[in-house]
C-alpha cells in the first residue's frame, strides 16, 4: 500500500523552529518529487515547498522562502521540512504530497496524500 | 509568482446537475494544471492531471479542459459524494500554485 506518514507537529511559540518528517512506503521512493502543501484553519490549500527526485530541484512559496527549507533522504524513504523563524499565519495541517513525476516542475499532479500533522504556532 | 484565480467561490447545485468551474492562469501553463477535491478531515485527492487527464479510479462524470490560461472541470450528473471543495493548481513554474478553492455545496 502507498502510504505517507508526517511526524513532528505541535505547539510552539514564535520564533521557534520546528521539524516535520514525511515516512514514505509502497513505492519507490527516489524515482518522485516531493512537497509539502497546507492549510490554515478556514483556508485554501497552499503549496509550501516542493524537491525533486535528486534534489537538484527545489522551489518554495514566497510565505516561506528563506525561513524553511526541504530536505529528503532517498536512502531512509523520507522527506522533511524544517521550518525556522515560525509565525501565528505558519499555523496549519501540513500534508506531505508525493509528485506523479521525478521533477519539479512537472506536467503531472500531485496523486498520493499523507493525513497531514498539524502546527499550531502560538505564545 | 504564477497566480491562479477560480470562479466561483463557491457554488450550490442538486444532485443530478451539471456544474462548471473555471480557472484562470496568470500567464501561460500549457496543460500543466491539476484539480483536486477536498472533504472535510480527509486527504485532498487528485481528480485530473494535464488539464484533462482523469486519474485512475475517478468517474467519468469528471471532465476538464483547457490550455494556456484558461481550464474548466465540468462535473455532470452530481452525485451526493460529489460535494466538497475544489482546486486547480498549476506546476508549471517551480513555485506551484493553487486556487483560492470553489465550495460546491447542495442546493
Known amino acids: 500500500e502507498v502510504q505517507l506518514v508526517e511526524s513532528g507537529g505541535g505547539l510552539v511559540q514564535p520564533g521557534r523552529s520546528l521539524r516535520l518528517s514525511c515516512a514514505a512506503s509502497?513505492?519507490?521512493?527516489?524515482?518522485?518529487?516531493m512537497h509539502w502543501v497546507r492549510q490554515a484553519p478556514g483556508k485554501g490549500l497552499e503549496w509550501v515547498s516542493g524537491?525533486?527526485?535528486?534534489?537538484?530541484?527545489?522551489g518554495y512559496a514566497d510565505s516561506v522562502k528563506g525561513r524553511f527549507t526541504i530536505s529528503r533522504d532517498n536512502a531512509k524513504n523520507s522527506v522533511h521540512l524544517h521550518m525556522n523563524s515560525l509565525r501565528r499565519e505558519d499555523t496549519a495541517s501540513y500534508y506531505c504530497?508525493?509528485?506523479?513525476?521525478?521533477?519539479?516542475?512537472?506536467?503531472?499532479?500531485?496523486?498520493?496524500w499523507g493525513q497531514g500533522t498539524t502546527v499550531i504556532v502560538s505564545s | 509568482d504564477i497566480q491562479m484565480t477560480q470562479s466561483p467561490s463557491s457554488l450550490s447545485a442538486s444532485v443530478g446537475d451539471s456544474v462548471t468551474i473555471d480557472c484562470r492562469a496568470s500567464q501561460d501553463i500549457i496543460t500543466y494544471l491539476s484539480w483536486y477535491q477536498h472533504k472535510p478531515g480527509k486527504a485532498p485527492k487528485l481528480l485530473i492531471s494535464g488539464a484533462s487527464t482523469l486519474e485512475s479510479g475517478v468517474p467519468s462524470r469528471f471532465t476538464g479542459r483547457g490550455s494556456g490560461t484558461d481550464f474548466a472541470l465540468t462535473i455532470s450528473s452530481l452525485q451526493p459524494e460529489d460535494f466538497a471543495t475544489y482546486y486547480c493548481q498549476q506546476s508549471y513554474s517551480t513555485l506551484y500554485t493553487f486556487g483560492q478553492g470553489t465550495k460546491l455545496d447542495i442546493k
Open positions: 504530497v508525493k509528485d506523479m513525476g521525478p521533477h519539479t516542475p512537472s506536467s503531472y499532479g500531485m496523486d498520493v
Open positions: 509502497g513505492f519507490i521512493f527516489d524515482d518522485y518529487a
Open positions: 524537491i525533486s527526485w535528486n534534489s537538484n530541484s527545489i
